[in-house]
């Protein structure tokens, strides 16, 4: 057995957890996986993070560059993150000939089909599936078991910070606020929350599921991406009577001629399994031609999750190193399938407006749906308050986009409508 | 690239999805995965599916043994089922050096180590996802990304048939007898049912997925079944009254020195996600050190998603051979942990007896659990019925089963006591 050599590069809750998983389990994995996997050196810039995580100092360095540059390290799990120093690092690792596992949404996001395109022609692996779900086999899957089928959609919960936000705010009627708060306090949420909550990590993962489920290069920039700021309790309770859940659902579906990739708030029925994945949890659901629906859920993020799946890919590495067979799978975007606009996108609608409650307002803004071809599935009337006014629930049939958006201008210059409070599309998976 | 000629044995509901999926995306495979899959030759008893299928006469045979004798065939996808004449054709397939894909869980549960030490010895891969959990990626996932973890538990709703009765009793009260007749109408479930109703289905199905996650072979003879048959709506009413849902669980624990291995109803907590998987859907709950708790949900049987398991094998076989380097995964039992005796089970057990309605009964019951070291967590006696009896349904904390049945035999023998009607073990996941 031939041991294979492995430089671990940023020492942060997931490079903490790589270490704890091979500590604990070399050896079985030698006698199970039949193969030897020794972490050899470690980077960080900040190396009081060494002797903390008890590493042989002999092994550590604060200049990444020595571990690219070591030719005895066969593997290069690279935990950075970003697009900058982590770019630098995957692509100078690659063309030395090492392969690289990496859990670097944000990298394989924006620059996937360089990195994939620098492996295959240094004819190593580039594996990557801690980048989306955490723990959750799913880029696996989709290179795998599913590669038969044509997939038709992935829906995905896969931030687990929104998705705690939005359980709490459902479970306890918290407001965005208090269910930010609360995140922060139990460590789901950073400081500045914005990738998470903006939709921005969601983003970056479906365009990295779209672009294996449809083989065809999607990036972050392609993806139009809605947060939670604006979801409020009053829009969780209407949901909730009319038998719905709101979770950002990262969607993506194959269109008539191109791929519709998007992150929003979404309604969907409580019925739907993805309706029950609480808290941090995340969930993938996969449909396919043949497979039809499937769903993979698990733990989103964490230290030891995310490095169960970095261990799992640098195992599947060290498989491939020993038998000589690096690069079986790299990328399969063969296809060049364009993004759909979200104007063409074609969806139900829940729109929440605040009225003057006066007689004739609902038929005015009925007509200015009518006259943009919105039709209505539901209306609601139902709260009034002190200062005249009052509030109506629409949720239209399927409707474009555009459309929507153009009766919502129209419909906002009314006067006797003070605000379009809140829209969010339904989907009906 | 190399044409990967591929004979198919079997050509039941299963082989005809296999032959859909490859009529139907043969050239998206070879652009998207690159692999080039000839279905060159086909073998079944009954000639007259040759034609139904519109297979080409000259390459179909109702002798197997012809495409084992084809040295241009590269891979044989057994789909005889059993372990009759599967076990002979997938064996000289595999000393015929022919890489062999399978959905036979008899074939696997029962001799898997045989046929798996055979596709060693030969340098082929042998595969077989569509064993269990019919289109669910499980297998793949256990042997790939989850390789890094200890796995402790895999929890499985594995059988459709019978989730599907228990489903159907469960929401609209029906009985067995009449939910089995349902899945016979709705063609879910065969005339003789006792595979599905009888638990030896999930036997075969976690006796796999058991040597897989354990590395320890587990085979068919050493799961202790239970099935479905002695569900009665009242037991149903009860569960749902103290907030648990039964379902057929095949379950694997490791457990101090050995596993724990077993096939019954079970009484789950019913805000688990197991709990809503319903109707044919199947799901596998696995819990492992690093990745926490996941779960793997789809369909888990019909022709297409069992034929997307087999297809998405034939692709990652036609990659080993076009890349040469077949066999990188074979058997991983490197353990011979000991499959622990029903007796030795703890869990907590739901138990209902009718007996008189007299003063002194419970007492009487009470005291035997006790002489027996079965503690109890609750009672309810809530039922009478016209001929002076009651009913009285007890729940256990956790105790051996050894414990149980002892108390259960002495407790049968009490004259007060007129049936010890159910019994169901009750896991808190």
Redesign the interface.
């Given at each position: 057995m031939r041991t294979v050599r492995v430089g671990l590069i940023g020492l942060g809750t997931v490079g903490s957890?790589v270490v704890e998983?091979l500590r604990?389990?070399r050896e079985?994995?030698a006698?199970?996986?039949g193969v030897d996997i020794e972490l050899a050196r470690y980077a960080d810039r900040d190396a009081s993070r060494f002797a903390r995580l008890g590493l042989p100092p002999e092994a550590c360095t604060t200049d990444a560059a020595e571990i690219i540059a070591d030719a005895d390290i066969d593997v290069v799990i690279e935990l950075i993150g970003g697009t900058g120093a982590a770019r630098g690092v995957v692509l100078a690792a690659l063309e030395a000939g090492k392969s690289v596992v990496t859990a670097n949404k944000a990298l394989m996001a924006s620059h996937g089909q360089e990195v994939m395109d620098a492996a295959e022609a240094h004819g190593v692996d580039l594996m990557f599936?801690a980048s989306v779900g955490g723990?959750?086999?799913i880029i696996?899957?989709l290179k795998?078991?599913?590669?038969?089928?044509?997939i038709t959609a992935v829906y995905g919960i896969v931030n687990g910070t929104t998705n705690f936000m939005l359980t709490q705010m459902t479970r306890d009627g918290l407001d965005y606020a208090t269910a930010l708060t609360e995140a922060q306090a139990r460590g789901y949420a950073e400081a500045d929350p914005s990738a998470d909550v903006d939709g921005l990590d969601a983003a970056a993962k479906i365009a990295i599921l779209a672009s294996i489920a449809f083989?065809s290069r999607v990036t972050l920039g392609d993806v139009p991406a809605e947060g939670i700021r604006s979801i409020t309790p009053v829009d969780i309770a209407y949901a909730t009577e009319m038998g719905y859940v709101i979770k950002l659902m990262a969607i993506a579906r194959r269109v008539e001629g191109g791929v519709d990739v998007r992150v929003h708030p979404t309604m969907i029925r409580s019925g739907h399994?993805l309706a029950?994945v609480d808290a941090v949890y995340n969930a993938i659901y996969v449909v396919?031609?043949?497979?039809?629906?499937?769903?993979?859920?698990?733990?989103g993020a964490?230290s030891?999750?995310a490095?169960?799946?970095?261990?799992?890919?640098?195992?599947?590495v060290a498989?491939?190193i020993q038998?000589?067979?690096l690069n079986?799978?790299g990328c399969?975007c063969?296809?060049e399938l364009p993004v759909r606009e979200i104007g063409d996108l074609v969806t139900q609608y829940y729109v929440r407006l605040l009225v003057e409650d006066r007689p004739g307002v609902l038929a005015k803004v009925a007509q200015i749906f009518g006259e943009n071809d919105v039709s209505l599935a539901s209306v609601l009337q139902t709260r009034t308050d002190e200062h005249g006014g009052a509030e109506i629930v629409w949720v239209t049939h399927a409707a474009a986009e555009r459309d929507v958006r153009a009766a919502l201008d129209a419909i906002a210059l009314l006067d006797v409508v003070r605000e379009v409070a809140s829209v969010i599309r339904v989907e009906e998976l």
């Open positions: 957890g998983i604990r389990h079985d994995f006698t199970r996986a599936e723990g959750i086999p696996g899957p795998h078991s599913l590669v038969s089928n044509e083989n399994p029950k396919g031609d043949a497979v039809g629906e499937t769903m993979f859920f698990g733990e964490g030891l999750p490095a169960s799946a970095i261990v799992g890919d640098v195992i599947e498989r491939h038998s000589g067979c079986i799978v399969t063969r296809e």
